[in-house]
């Protein structure tokens, strides 16, 4: 199972941290970045590698510009079952079921990236890839929303396919089809969809006729999942919601606001939704993502109790280990760590999260309170830059966790596509034999995974490179999405990540 429910957080206050606290969260020190011994590395290169990976995620008919030469088209005949065209979209992750919460809150985060960071990603050379790996996702949301209060949520049987070691183009496992409706509600889904499709709408203004059709999609699914209101328990036990709907709510609302600028949605925002402090953000909790995007609104909750500055502040708070509200654990390598499994995403999402509110600060002259601590926005840079660079290389094992990139990078990624050899069109896999052959053997991949971000060492900052070890060694699309802002940032704007726009 690649998800557990969240366990209790554990506190850590990080010694070497808190010797320079009072003076980093006054201001008056800013660390070095960079220079004087701390890690540096060639992040551009890294952003690429990031990008590429959510190409080889690709299902569907891949296109001729395909740069990831040792995968071909799969899924082609997903929707058949139902008589509708379901190809395209994302294998999640190191398997071949296409799961609607987690690619949808992927397409999310990278369009909040394409829209955050486009100068940086311009910088790069990298805005053009950005935009496809949208749209790729955005193509398969409108298939899968074609109908009003439907939506095709999941393409794959996960237990069916999980009895089998075999690459997407070569599987013959059930491509059942799981949907929600008026009588079979799922609102975190739909709300997520309807985020994506948002979001998405405003990256591509320029192409008027694709983003009103995106909008008006958003605009559907947001209504649908307000009105019919229900957990859908579907993805369970491997994407279940444990967080609830609220979350995902807000977080369509607020895109909507943004892209529409409608009283309805503000009113939503303001009145009706319900926000939360939390110390995560991820693909089960978008309630910072929110704070975060409306902070600089000067918006308020549940009628104007609480504002959703003071909320995202909160969320700093509870991370930062120099903080006398720090609830997230941090391992003695410095990592976050929230739970084993994907732990990856917690390091990205917080890096995102921790950038895109340090330029909101810094465009409003303000800074975080924790209580009455003031903390500048140069420790949420500092901080965003340390826990990349954790995943780059700068860790107790000295080695990176991104395949193809940097010393000793992993070379067994727990992923079917790229530990199974290229085999011939057609060619029929004996499931039975397909883990002994393919899976159990200690050896690399054959197909190097560029740009994978592993799911990550272990709350004692170990890390095994088996492909056996799904906790340490599985990929995921939406740990890369939400490392592709910070890595921008850091690539351009250089090592304190200062804005340049």
Known sequence: MKHRPPRGMRVHAAAAALLLAALVLSGDVLPALGGGGAPSFDYKDALTKSIMFLEAQRSGKLPPNNRIKWR???????????????????????????YGLPLAFTVTTL???ALAFTNELQAAGELDNVHAAIKWGTDYFLKAAAKKNHLWVQVGDPNADHQCWVRPENMKTPRTLYEINENTPGSEIAAETAA??????MVFRNEKTYSRRLLNKAKLLFQFAKTHRGTYDGECPFYCSYSGYNDELLWAATWLFLATKRQVYADFISHEAISSSVAEFSWDLKFPGAQVLLAELNMTSGGGLQSFKAQADNFVCAVLPDTPFHQVFITPGGMIHLRDGANS???TGTAFLFVAYSDVLLRTNQVVMCGNQPVQPARLREFAKQQMDYLLGANPEGRSYVVGFGVNPP????????????????????CGMSFNDWFAPDRPNPNELTGAIMGGPDGGDHFTDKRSNSSCTEPCTYINSLSIGPLAALAIRGANLLATH
């Open 411 to 430: 070379t067994q990624p727990h992923h079917r596509g790229a530990s199974t050899p290229v085999l011939p069109p057609g060619y029929v896999v004996n």
């Open 72 to 98: 071909g088209d799969s899924g082609l005949e997903d929707g058949k079952l139902a008589h509708v065209d379901l190809t395209g979209g994302y294998y999640d992750a190191g398997d071949n079921v296409k």
């Open 111 to 113: 369009a909040w990236t």
């Open 196 to 201: 994506a499709m948002a979001a998405s709408s």
């Open 345 to 347: 995403q917690y390091v």
